[in-house]
């Protein structure tokens, strides 16, 4: 059985994905790895062209703790807008193993809520 936690987590991750519109959901897999682990897999095509895809590995230590995530989103000429990361490929950053990739450079950044990403992402891959 699910940790509570975390289907709480992917609930509202869910519910986060079905309340987008002008949205096709071209994947959406919750790999349950034992009761304390899950891998999330998210791909969403905004009618825009822009893309969203999120990829987590998340576990319960009495709290919700990412092991990996990626959140990357791309304009509809499959161009960067940002790719949120914690590949440790840039330890100089003050906040690594987190960082930004942006059309034009890296940068610090903390791991932002996948939540948030969604809403931002819905933000811009709607604009007219």
């Known amino acids: 059985m699910l940790h509570d936690l975390l289907a709480e987590y992917l609930n509202d991750v869910e519910s986060a994905v079905q309340g987008l519109n002008d ?8 790999e349950i790895i034992a009761s304390d682990r899950i891998n999330l897999r998210i ?21 919700i703790k990412h092991l990996g995530y990626r959140y990357h989103f791309q304009d509809a000429q499959n ?3 940002f790719r949120y990361d914690n590949t440790p490929h840039f330890p100089k950053l003050k906040s690594f193993p987190n960082h930004k990739h942006t059309q ?10 996948i939540l948030d990403v969604i809403d931002v992402a819905n933000i811009l891959g709607n604009e007219k």
């Open 43 to 63: 791909r969403l095509r905004f009618s825009s062209g822009y893309l969203l895809e999120l990829n987590e590995s998340v576990v319960t230590e009495g709290e």
């Open 79 to 81: 161009k960067l807008v």
């Open 104 to 113: 034009s450079d890296v940068e610090a950044s903390n791991k932002p809520s």
């Open 23 to 30: 949205v096709y959901v071209e994947l959406y897999e919750e």
